[in-house]
């Protein structure tokens, strides 16, 4: 069957159409991303500005056209932190059912790093054990870990590489100590978690990344992926400790242009940057695996369990 996923996160509006049947790896046939950048419409209440729903509403109008045009089986609509943290979240929710007819499901961080846990352990198989999983949002960053296909542990932070960027980096380039800020703000919180969440957890064998933001910073910092495998080059915490000047004196629209760097990333891929070193800092990574499977691949995989009788709803879950 051929099965489309509408994902509305924080940066991007994403429609990923796979060919899906049980017993199968799910086969890409068609994606397509439109910018919009959600955490620039944010009023001083949090509320999302009317600007910045039209583009929401035109960007999943866009999608579910394009679906209905290659003529999905399914069509499954989630949102993620951008809409789940807005102060108006539930009337924008409303007004996209109105004039779109979709429906969207509004995932929690939690669900968000069970699901995506799911599609890196598919993807790397169970010789990869004991995982770690670092997963950069616009707006939130998720930690999960453990040894089986959903994590025994995950969180959900207000770290995501979009909302950084508004919260600490407006100026752009930024300046020294509004970076220094960023990392000492993320520093606190990911030391927190560590120390009351993971601190019973045994050492990972493997450390995973994924997300647009890390696979950018992977293809800049450890090379190009392999055409074969789809694996991209290790990321190593010295290699972004070694760009990150780099991109601090950068503005974001000369950022856009290096190795691996989309238009919708340039802004804010230095704040993610800094969050993610961070992150390797406080929990002792000194490399990790980027995964070309993130959430939208968990969602085509919790719905493929589900026609093959095995029960999975394929967006929420919360056990």
Do not use: C
């Not at 599609?119 to 790397?124: C, F, N, S």
């Amino acid at each position: 069957m051929r099965l489309g996923v509408i994902d509305v996160g924080s940066n991007t509006v994403h429609l990923l159409v796979v060919d899906a049947h049980p017993g199968a790896s799910p086969n890409p046939y068609h994606s397509q991303r439109s910018t919009v950048r959600l955490m620039r419409y944010l009023d001083a209440d949090g509320a999302i500005t009317e600007e910045g729903v039209r583009l929401i509403i035109a960007a999943i109008t866009e999608s579910r056209v394009k679906a209905q045009e290659i003529g999905v089986d399914d069509l499954i609509s989630t949102a993620t932190s951008a809409l789940r943290e807005a102060a108006n979240g539930e009337e924008v929710l409303a007004r996209i059912t109105r004039e779109t007819g979709m429906v969207l499901r509004v995932l929690s961080g939690e669900d968000e790093a069970r699901i995506t846990m799911l599609a890196v352990r598919r993807w790397l198989g169970w010789s990869a054990g004991e995982v770690l999983l670092f997963d950069i949002g616009g707006g939130s960053f998720e930690i999960a870990q453990g040894a089986d296909e959903y994590p025994d542990v995950q969180v959900s932070l207000p770290l995501g590489a979009g909302r950084s960027t508004i919260n600490f980096l407006r100026e752009d380039p930024p300046q020294r100590e509004a970076i220094s800020a960023l990392r000492a703000h993320a520093r606190a919180e990911f030391t927190r978690v560590r120390d009351e969440m993971f601190a019973d957890r045994p050492k990972p064998k493997r450390v995973v990344g994924t997300s647009k933001t890390i696979r950018s910073l992977g293809r800049l910092i450890g090379g190009p992926s392999d055409p074969v495998t789809g694996d991209l080059s290790q990321l190593h915490y010295t290699g972004l400790r070694e760009w990150e000047p780099t991109l601090r004196q950068m503005p974001g629209e000369v950022r856009e242009y290096l190795p691996g760097i989309t238009p919708e990333r340039g802004y804010q891929i230095l704040a993610g940057a800094v969050v993610l070193r961070t992150a390797m800092k406080v929990f002792g990574v000194s490399t990790l695996t980027v995964s070309p499977w993130a959430l939208r691949e968990g969602i085509v995989l919790r719905y493929i369990d589900a026609l093959d009788g095995r029960g999975a709803d394929p967006v929420a879950d919360h056990g």
